[in-house]
């Protein structure tokens, strides 16, 4: 059965190979052929680091489609990791790759070390707003929300509050 992935990438070193951050993601296109098929590609943005890092990061989004389950593409992405240099090490740190599995189309997915849909990813307007390029009407399991719908709730303009100061 053929499952449907959206992957989160993001790195903020150089490889000696690929080149720079943007370089490397485009790179990382290639390693995920070999787990299925690439659908669709966003755009490469900066963004700034999250934790401890202090370089800013590459980041971009991908529609997979693959003929295998949850918890055996994580373990061909972190496999890719590996391949492209992530040691593991302190959480948010520095990394020349990093691939997250944001939402498949089976729904909800947990085990250990796996949740799906990705814990953080509603909050993340580096990962929405990319998401929404590729996937915009993919609609999140808990929300019901789709990832276009998402991305505008964390993106909308707040009006100030305007109180008195006492």
Not at 14 to 22: I, K, S, V
Not at 60 to 88: Q, T
Not at 123 to 139: M, N, S, T
Request: glycine fraction near 10%; hydrophobic fraction near 45%; aromatic fraction near 6%.
């Amino acid at each position: 059965m053929t499952h449907t992935y959206l992957i989160a990438l993001g790195g903020n070193m150089r490889h000696a190979r690929y080149g720079g951050p943007g370089k490397v993601l485009a790179s990382a296109i290639d390693a995920l052929d070999s787990l299925g098929s690439v659908r669709a590609f966003s755009r490469i943005i900066g963004s700034a680091a999250i934790g401890p890092s202090q370089r800013r990061f590459a980041n971009a989004a991908l529609v997979l489609a693959a003929d295998i389950a949850p918890d055996r593409l994580l373990a061909g992405l972190k496999k890719i990791e590996r391949n492209f240099g992530k040691r593991g090490g302190q959480r948010w740190s520095a990394r020349v790759l990093d691939l997250d599995i944001i939402l498949w189309s089976g729904g909800i997915w947990a085990s250990p070390g796996l949740s799906i849909p990705h814990t953080c990813f509603r909050e993340r307007g580096f990962v929405l707003g990319l998401a929404a390029e590729i996937a915009p009407d993919w609609r999140d399991p808990i929300s019901s929300l789709s990832v276009r719908q998402l991305n505008a709730r964390l993106t909308k303009p707040r009006p100030i509050p305007s109180g008195r100061l006492r």
